[in-house]
């Protein structure tokens, strides 16, 4: 029975903040797998990949969401969570996926530390190419796709509940 809700989206897409409140609002637990790598390696991200590489993330982060076991759900995944077909399969197995799709624009205005904030991208990766190449794999994974940069994250946990009405196994409490 798939009873978790699994958010995929950019940086700066608000997973986090919104995954939080939707937890709440639902009555599930809610998970963040960028705070689980950072236990687990006791580094920030950034440090992770200045010490390796954004490849070095993308395996770690690899490892954690295929460790995710549970019901009952949020998940907010990292960014680059899309990269991971394997990782993608095992969250949509008890999960429905939704993508918080924002627009460029918006996300430049909330990414001011583009370098620094540990987003797993080719060295010397324009934001603008990390948008357009991820865009497609969200969508591509994509169980619900809700426009997100236009509403508040109280707006944005109604518009996700009520789009999970009448997916399977899913009722908004």
């Known amino acids: 029975m798939k009873n978790n809700i699994v958010l995929i989206g950019m940086p700066g897409a608000g997973k986090s903040t919104v995954g939080i409140l939707l937890a709440k609002a639902l009555g599930k637990n809610f998970v963040d797998s960028d705070v689980l790598i950072q236990v687990r390696e006791g580094k920030t991200l950034q440090q992770i990949i200045d010490e390796n590489d954004y490849l070095h993330l993308r395996q770690i982060e690899e490892s954690v969401l295929i460790d995710i076991e549970g019901h009952n759900l949020v998940i907010a995944t990292g960014g680059s969570a899309v990269y991971s077909d394997i990782a993608m399969t095992h969250l949509a197995r008890d999960g429905t996926i939704v993508y918080l799709e924002t627009q460029l624009h918006c996300l430049r205005e909330r990414i001011r ?4 904030r540990g987003i797993a991208r080719r060295p010397k990766q324009s934001f603008e190419e990390l948008f357009a190449e991820r865009t497609a794999l ?7 796709t809700l426009p997100s940069e236009q509403h508040s994250p109280e707006d944005m946990v109604a518009a996700i509940a009520e789009a999970l009405v009448g997916q399977r196994g ?3 409490t």
Do not use: G, M
């Open 138 to 144: 969200y969508r591509h994974y994509a169980d619900i």
């Open 170 to 172: 899913l009722t908004p």
């Open 113 to 116: 530390n583009y370098d620094s």
